[in-house]
C-alpha cells in the first residue's frame, strides 16, 4: 500500500506548520526530507523503524502511545516530524514538527500537542493538506 502523507492544518489560522518548517530547511533539507517520506509512504507500519522512523513508546517517550516520528538529519539539526496512521486507512498525518538533540525534544510538549491536534483532527475539528513530494 502507498500511504498519502497529510498535514495537519491549524484551524484558526489556517497556516500548515509541515510547509513552514520545509520551508526553512533550503534545498539539501528538503531533498532529505522528500527522500524519507518517499521511502516510507511505500511501508507497511511494521517497516517504520530506525533509522528511518520510529513509533514511540509511551513508557519510554512521555507517554506517545501511537505517534511515528520521521527521522532525518538537514542543516546539523534533527528533525522529527510526527503523526499517526489515519484516519483514513491509506493515510499518515503528520500533526507536529518537532527537533531533537539527545534527549530534549523542542518543543519539549510535543506529545501533549501531537495528542490534541490528532483528537481534534479526527473530531472533524480542522483539516489537513497532502504533502506533495513527487
Same mark, same amino acid.
Request: some cysteine; hydrophobic content about 25%; glycine content about 8%.
Given at each position: ?10 484551524? %484558526?489560522?489556517?497556516?500548515? $506548520? !509541515?510547509?513552514?518548517?520545509? #520551508?526553512?530547511?533550503? $534545498?539539501?533539507?528538503?531533498? %532529505?526530507? =522528500? $527522500? ?7 511501508? @507497511?507500519?511494521? #517497516?517504520?523503524? /530506525? @533509522?528511518?522512523?520510529? %513509533?514511540?513508546?509511551?513508557?519510554? =517517550? ?9 527521522? !532525518? ?11 499517526? &496512521?489515519? @484516519?483514513? +486507512? /491509506?493515510? &499518515?498525518?503528520?500533526?507536529?514538527? +518537532?527537533?531533537?538533540? #539527545?534527549?530534549?525534544? /523542542?518543543?519539549?510538549? &510535543? *506529545?501533549?500537542? +501531537?495528542?490534541?491536534?490528532? /483528537? ?5 475539528? *480542522?483539516?489537513?493538506?497532502?504533502? $506533495?513530494?513527487?
Amino acid at each position: 500500500m502507498r500511504y498519502k502523507i497529510m498535514a495537519w492544518m491549524d484551524p %484558526k489560522s489556517g497556516q500548515c $506548520e !509541515f510547509t513552514q518548517k520545509y #520551508g526553512k530547511l533550503g $534545498e539539501a533539507g528538503q531533498a %532529505k526530507c =522528500d $527522500e524519507r517520506l518517499r521511502y516510507l509512504r511505500d511501508q @507497511p507500519p511494521s #517497516g517504520w523503524h /530506525d @533509522p528511518h522512523a520510529k %513509533k514511540l513508546d509511551s513508557s519510554r =517517550d512521555h507517554d506517545c502511545k501511537d505517534i511515528y516520528e520521521v527521522r !532525518f538529519k538537514a542543516n546539523g539539526i534533527q528533525h522529527r516530524p510526527m503523526g499517526y &496512521f489515519g @484516519p483514513a +486507512a /491509506d493515510e &499518515f498525518t503528520i500533526v507536529i514538527w +518537532a527537533t531533537h538533540k #539527545g534527549s530534549q525534544y /523542542d518543543p519539549s510538549n &510535543f *506529545c501533549e500537542r +501531537a495528542k490534541r491536534r490528532w /483528537d481534534e483532527h479526527r473530531a472533524g475539528g *480542522c483539516t489537513t493538506q497532502e504533502i $506533495e513530494i513527487d
